[in-house]
């Protein structure tokens, strides 16, 4: 204690009621102040950077819709008071508001003693106090028993007189003794785990088992999405789908991104879904359905985006024909939509003409006729190339024979749906779920195939239930045009101008040929004439 005393004695009194911060109590005031004249240094050293060290005022709107106070952080962060090159640091006026009542400890406690209460602080007085203050730091880094010293002296004597020390060795003593046994119930521990997790991990990240075998789900596997008449059980959480689609787009499988909600609590989650069965006919972004998650859970989930490829050979025959049939309805509904747009802007000119109290249009009256005639022709010429392009498919095909008029209509529908389907044919020996997991974060070396037989067992279309059968008979259905007579009627006439021109006279009897009832003469083809 005597040796204590006399290390005290060699320290100025401010560094004897002061902590080392300068402060009395936190917050210390030393690092702030230390802030403050680096920072005029840096001014010093570049004049550009006064605005950016003082902080913008955009670093103010941050806070400003905020409740504040004195003890905010966002207030005590800033500068100590406005930085310049070699700028005193103010005392009183000038300070961060934050800050003022610890500056006010500062200058009763040091400022006043030292420097007799000066109203600022220079760099070189500020290095000054810090010197006399250092060795008293020295001293406190050099103390010992800083641990134990916030117990007090009255609990450091009861610690010291007591046998804590020879009970706490004793009990270490017996937790070594033990040590053996505890590492090999760790080792069990750990093999138990191993069995029980890895053992899973590898079935369901390295051999798939658990996803190739179908009794059950595989980790990897959500939940179930119903959606357009089918069961997607192949569903994935995703985080970023814009991400995740840059990988999954190699896996060549028809991916729905879904955004999926629970109404109930507000929770929010996002899927993908492959779509391994069925067509891609009523699939859009913006089509809800239902999602139930292995807890069996339901969520609302509605499409957000699409990558789209082949789900089924069968669906590539038949798709360049809806693709065209699309294309047609399109098209169709642009021009009814541009109709519409220039009937209206007819209708709203022919206003403007008729009401004398505003200007004239600038345009020529006759400019919208020419407009109209201009489009009449063109669609007059493009319908006349299309008939006469029928027309003349129409002759080539009735001078075939009959046996070879089914051939050439076998032939135009392979040519259209054979290309559609060899490119689904290649994509679907393709179809890989590594790409899937791999853009999930799954390190996923192996190729895991998806076929089109097991890619139909991922996703199930709806089926009507055993016993049951559909009504077709609808008692309020509009009436409809009887176009199977049309056809009928049609294809008779189409015969009979063929029989009349003479087109059948090789495969029919003579009596019956049109150049024996309509010419009186037998067929000049006919053998033996």
Not at 116 to 134: D, H, P, R
Not at 211 to 235: M, P
Request: charged share 25%; with cysteine.
């Amino acid at each position: 204690m005597m040796r204590r005393r006399k290390a005290n004695r060699s320290i100025d009194p401010p560094a004897r009621r002061l902590n080392p911060d300068y402060g009395g109590h936190p917050p210390a005031v030393r690092p702030k102040i230390d802030d403050y004249f680096t920072r005029c240094r840096l001014t010093a050293f570049d004049a550009r950077s006064i605005n950016a060290l003082n902080r913008e005022e955009k670093d103010y709107l941050t806070f400003t819709g905020k409740e504040l106070g004195l003890g905010s952080s966002e207030i005590s962060s800033l500068p100590l008071a406005q930085v310049a090159p070699s700028r005193p640091l103010p005392l009183k006026d000038g300070l961060n508001p934050a800050w003022a009542a610890a500056m006010d400890r500062f200058q009763a406690g040091v400022i006043r003693p030292i420097l007799n209460g000066a109203a600022s602080l220079t760099e070189s007085e500020w290095s000054m106090i810090t010197a006399k203050f250092a060795p008293y730091e020295a001293w406190l880094a050099a103390k010992a028993g800083v641990l134990v010293e916030k117990l007090g002296l009255a609990r450091v004597r009861e610690v010291l007189a007591g046998k804590t020390k020879e009970t706490i060795t004793a009990l270490i003593a017996r937790d070594q003794a033990l040590q053996p046994e505890a590492n090999a119930i760790a080792v069990v521990d750990k093999l138990i785990r191993y069995h029980r997790d890895l053992y899973k991990l590898v079935n369901n990240f390295v051999s798939f088992r658990d996803f190739y075998s179908r009794r059950d789900k595989a980790i990897f596997q959500a939940g179930t999405l119903y959606l357009d008449q089918r069961s997607c059980e192949l569903c994935l959480t995703v985080e970023d789908p814009g991400r995740h689609a840059l990988m999954a787009g190699l896996a060549g499988a028809y991916l729905a991104y879904c955004d999926c909600v629970r109404k109930a609590t507000g929770e929010k989650l996002q899927i993908v879904a492959a779509f391994t069965d069925g067509d891609s006919d009523n699939l859009r972004v913006g089509r809800n359905g239902v999602f139930y998650d292995r807890k069996g859970r339901d969520w609302d989930a509605t499409i957000s985006k699409i990558m789209d490829n082949p789900i089924s050979i069968r669906q590539a025959f038949w798709a360049p024909y809806k693709k065209f049939v699309r294309m047609i309805e399109e098209q169709i509904a642009k021009r009814a939509a541009a109709a519409d747009a220039a009937a209206t802007d007819q209708l709203t000119q022919a206003a403007t003409l008729t009401n004398l109290e505003k200007p004239a249009a600038t345009g020529k009256p006759g400019d919208i006729r020419k407009f109209d005639v201009g489009v009449v022709a063109a669609l007059g010429v493009a319908v006349g190339a299309i008939g006469g392009a029928l027309a003349s498919l129409a002759t080539g095909i009735m001078r075939l024979d009959a046996w070879q008029i089914p051939m050439v209509f076998v032939g135009l529908v392979l040519i259209i749906s054979v290309p559609s389907m060899l490119i689904a044919f290649l994509k679907l020996r393709k179809r890989n779920l590594g790409p899937i997991l791999d853009a999930n974060g799954w390190a996923v070396n192996a190729r895991a195939r998806i076929n089109v037989p097991f890619g139909g067992s991922l996703t199930h279309v709806a089926i009507l239930p055993p016993g049951s059968q559909r009504d077709l008979v609808d008692p309020f259905a509009e009436k409809k045009r009887p176009w199977g007579l049309y056809i009928t009627v049609g294809i008779i006439i189409l015969i009979t101008l063929g029989w009349a021109l003479g087109k059948f006279d090789h495969l029919l009897p003579d009596k019956i040929t049109s150049s024996w009832i309509i010419g009186g003469k037998l067929p000049t083809n006919t053998p033996g004439q």
